[in-house]
């Protein structure tokens, strides 16, 4: 399970150097220019598709963010940092598509989400309570591997093993990341 957690932890790093730029890029208001809905402001059926959070700004900074961490990985691989069973796909080969697929299916795996979200009419960064407002948090903690796992399974094709032990390390590290974005004020609420 050490190798496994390892190999999904390696792939995940540029997630994390992805959510950190967000968290800055929130609290500071950097590429403001990029802050406009990935909806445009539309609806659908008198309700917004995915609402204010989710931007062209988190979109840009997710696929820049995720490929500049996929070409620590692929330099990693090639000075042999790291240890071969660290990885879960040849970084020198395909690092560079990695990094991409990562960062647009973080920001894809959330939407359908928010748009379940604005049908139900939770806010944006709002909750709900009861037995859907669970089911709600957990799919927030994972609904981006869902669209990360959909863009990379065959570059990647990883056994059923990988993705159900990705979505446990996933949840995790999202609330993690999430709580501690909380406490240094770059994020509203605590996840």
């Not at 379940?116 to 089911?135: D, N, Q, T």
């Not at 390390?169 to 999202?174: D, G, I, K, Q, V």
Request: charge should be positive; charged fraction near 15%; aromatic fraction near 14%.
């Amino acid at each position: 399970m050490l190798k496994l957690t390892c190999q999904i932890l390696f792939l995940e790093f540029p997630l994390i150097l992805a959510a950190i730029a967000q968290g800055f890029c929130i609290k500071y208001d950097w590429l403001h220019a990029l802050k406009k809905p990935l909806d445009f402001g539309t609806s659908f059926r008198g309700k917004r598709i995915f609402g204010d959070n989710k931007t062209w700004r988190g979109l840009v900074i997710n696929v820049l963010f995720c490929s500049a961490g996929a070409i620590i990985e692929v330099w990693l691989q090639k000075k042999n940092v790291v240890p071969a069973w660290f990885l879960l796909a040849d970084y020198t080969k395909h690092g560079y598509q990695i990094g991409v697929l990562l960062g647009l299916g973080m920001t894809l795996g959330e939407l359908p989400n928010s748009f379940l979200k604005r049908r139900l009419e939770i806010p944006p960064g709002g909750k709900k309570g009861g037995f859907l407002g669970v089911l709600f948090f957990l799919f927030d903690q994972v609904d981006l591997i869902i669209g990360i796992w959909i863009l990379l399974f065959f570059l990647i094709r990883p056994s059923i093993v990988v993705i159900l032990w990705s979505f446990v390390l996933t949840a995790f590290l999202h609330v993690v990341i999430s709580s501690v974005g909380y406490l240094l004020r770059m994020r509203k609420t605590i996840v």
